[in-house]
């Protein structure tokens, strides 16, 4: 039996040179341990006074940077929280392996998750849907601010961990592992995020 080669075999995707994003934007990806981003962002909105914050996240990492917002809003009293859910155009190009063949470029839709703080009161419109008032004052542990900036990733990954604890005191799991099929902690969605192999062929 001969091997017919797919077409994503004979292209291999460019990779583009990564945009410096501004001091107040903070991209999150999709990795397990979210401490340097709470203090990193901690450290912008408190020691270096910027007006506001935003976190931006798509595909798996959305799930982390709700999780980010959520332990800064029960860290530092008096942060207000815009959510907005845009959809961006991503343009892909590949580059043919073989001699022949054209240059491929695939436009898709990606959507995004930006998540603005801020401690100013008058930052945005409380009339907007995605607007978030703070919590209140005996919601928020303040204390646990000091050590989360001065322990840097280790206060992080308390404030993580103890996060994480109150979400497991649900139902109980079913199988050894959560989520639905197709990975250990997730279902098969976000795809569209995923780094792409090739363009699909086309008949």
């Keep these: 039996m001969s091997y017919n080669p797919r077409t994503t075999d004979k292209y291999v995707k460019v990779k583009k040179q990564t945009e410096k994003a501004p001091e107040n934007e903070i991209r999150i990806r999709a990795v397990p341990r979210i401490g340097r981003y709470i203090s990193y962002a901690a450290t912008l909105l408190l020691e270096k006074k910027l007006s506001h914050v935003v976190i931006k996240a ?39 392996k073989e001699e022949g063949l054209d240059k491929v470029t695939v436009e898709r839709k990606l959507a995004v998750l930006e998540i603005h703080l801020s401690l100013q009161a008058d930052a945005f419109k409380t009339t907007d849907p995605g607007y978030q008032a703070p919590l209140p004052k005996e919601e928020v542990q303040e204390e646990e601010l000091k050590s989360l900036l001065e322990g840097g990733r280790r206060g992080g990954d308390r404030a993580e961990k103890g996060a994480r604890r109150g979400q497991r005191r649900g139902p109980p799991r079913r199988g050894r592992y959560s989520g639905a099929r197709g990975g250990k902690s997730g279902s098969r969605g976000d795809r569209g995020d995923r780094e792409d192999k090739g363009p699909r062929s086309t008949k």
């Excluded at 990492?61 to 959510?83: M, P, Y």
Aim: one cysteine or more; hydrophobic letters at 40%; charged letters at 20%.
């Design 58 to 96: 798509s595909g798996n990492a959305t799930k982390s940077a709700c999780q980010i917002a959520e332990i800064l809003r029960h860290r530092i009293l008096g942060l207000h929280q815009l959510n907005l859910l845009k959809t961006v155009g991503v343009v892909d190009e590949y580059e043919p």
